[in-house]
């Protein structure tokens, strides 16, 4: 088998096991704490098309998180299903990066980091200020019944964050192994090389940044079901950002592979220190590894492991 048929065959794997817990575990906690583990790898994945491939570092993740949520929000309310709720997050994030994109893809370096904060901002305010989502009081969220072959709502909550997440790491293998990864490389390594060598810079940063703000509004969709309930601070907190950033960090941004084992590693403890800690002591965790993994692992955990392999 080659090393696809292994990718897919482990795909396949990872939504064959999700399910398979469903129908063995009866308890709804696993899956609570499961599925949040699941959101990271999506979004720290999705972080890392632009911040990691292209080195267009998104300060702003949780404005896409927040901004998919409430789109998937507002289309419940109009009656859509969860399948065209995700989908509605999806076209939201992608509409908001092109916009961000052509506004601020000439920014470089910390400027363009800068203009991601403010969208995020923005984002929130707009919510803060739409009484159809319940603006700064929140909405609450009345969820379905769980479909045939689930126990319970959580559970299917669970195995659709595994599917979203699974095609999301497929997404960024393809980025990665095609024409566009290797061109976002080139804009990683020094953009203005790779325009002297005929590489179309500007094309190549707006077709990752809408994948990635896509992909991030897709890990939100699902939040207002999950949690019950959604409100601006909850679906735009900072958190998010600081995780997408620091999970790729931990384990790698020049591969698929290195946001996938940071965001298991990094979220798995976060679930953790939830329940054994605190919130507070969980941001400050946080914190501490982005700073050691910029200091210890610049290149991040997979690339040291691959070094020291021996030869």
Same mark, same amino acid.
């Given at each position: 088998?080659?090393?696809?048929?292994?990718?897919?065959?482990?795909?396949?794997?990872?939504?064959?096991?999700?399910?398979?817990?469903?129908?063995?575990?009866?308890?709804?906690?696993?899956?609570?704490?499961?599925?949040?583990?699941?959101?990271?790898?999506?979004?720290?994945?999705?972080?890392?098309?632009?911040?990691?491939?292209?080195?267009?570092?998104?300060?702003?993740?949780?404005?896409?998180?927040?901004?998919?949520?409430?789109?998937? &929000? @507002?289309?419940? =309310?109009? /009656? $859509?299903?969860? *399948? !065209?709720?995700?989908?509605?997050? #999806?076209?939201?994030?992608?509409? +908001?990066?092109?916009?961000?994109?052509?506004?601020?893809?000439?920014?470089?370096?910390?400027?363009?980091?800068?203009?991601?904060?403010?969208?995020?901002?923005?984002?929130?305010?707009?919510?803060?200020?739409?009484?159809?989502?319940?603006?700064?009081?929140?909405?609450?969220?009345?969820?379905?019944?769980?479909?045939?072959?689930?126990?319970?709502?959580?559970a299917f909550l669970f195995v659709v964050m595994t599917m979203l997440a699974v095609t999301g790491v497929a997404v960024a293998r393809e980025v990665e192994r095609t024409r566009l990864g290797r061109g976002l490389a080139a804009i990683r390594d020094n953009e203005?090389?790779?325009?002297?060598?005929?590489?179309?810079?500007?094309?190549?940063?707006? &077709? @990752?940044?809408? =994948?990635? /703000? $896509?992909?991030? *509004? !897709?890990?939100?969709?699902?939040? #207002?079901?999950?949690?019950?309930? +959604?409100?601006?601070?909850?679906?735009?907190?900072?958190?998010?950002?600081?995780?997408?950033?620091?999970?790729?960090?931990?384990g790698g941004t020049a591969t698929w592979a290195g946001p996938v084992v940071g965001a298991v590693v990094l979220s798995s403890l976060q679930q953790l220190l939830t329940v054994f800690a605190s919130a507070q002591v969980n941001l400050l965790v946080l914190g501490?590894?982005?700073?050691?993994?910029?200091?210890?692992?610049?290149?991040?955990?997979?690339?040291?492991?691959?070094?020291?392999?021996?030869?």
């Amino acid at each position: 088998m080659t090393g696809g048929g292994y990718f897919w065959a482990g795909c396949a794997l990872a939504i064959a096991l999700a399910y398979g817990l469903t129908l063995v575990v009866s308890n709804e906690y696993p899956f609570f704490a499961g599925y949040v583990v699941i959101q990271f790898v999506l979004l720290a994945t999705a972080w890392n098309i632009a911040g990691g491939y292209a080195g267009y570092v998104n300060f702003g993740a949780a404005g896409f998180f927040g901004a998919g949520a409430y789109a998937a &929000v @507002a289309a419940g =309310l109009l /009656g $859509a299903p969860l *399948a !065209v709720q995700i989908l509605c997050a #999806a076209v939201a994030g992608a509409a +908001i990066s092109l916009g961000v994109a052509y506004l601020s893809v000439r920014l470089r370096g910390i400027y363009y980091s800068i203009a991601t904060i403010a969208v995020s901002v923005i984002l929130e305010s707009i919510v803060l200020n739409w009484p159809f989502v319940g603006g700064a009081r929140g909405l609450s969220i009345v969820r379905p019944p769980p479909p045939p072959g689930f126990s319970n709502y959580t559970a299917f909550l669970f195995v659709v964050m595994t599917m979203l997440a699974v095609t999301g790491v497929a997404v960024a293998r393809e980025v990665e192994r095609t024409r566009l990864g290797r061109g976002l490389a080139a804009i990683r390594d020094n953009e203005m090389a790779a325009e002297a060598c005929g590489v179309p810079t500007l094309n190549l940063k707006i &077709v @990752a940044i809408v =994948l990635s /703000g $896509a992909l991030m *509004a !897709v890990a939100g969709a699902p939040y #207002a079901y999950y949690a019950s309930y +959604i409100d601006p601070t909850s679906a735009f907190n900072m958190s998010y950002s600081l995780a997408a950033l620091a999970m790729p960090l931990l384990g790698g941004t020049a591969t698929w592979a290195g946001p996938v084992v940071g965001a298991v590693v990094l979220s798995s403890l976060q679930q953790l220190l939830t329940v054994f800690a605190s919130a507070q002591v969980n941001l400050l965790v946080l914190g501490l590894i982005l700073i050691l993994s910029v200091i210890l692992l610049p290149q991040g955990a997979l690339e040291l492991a691959r070094r020291r392999r021996p030869a």
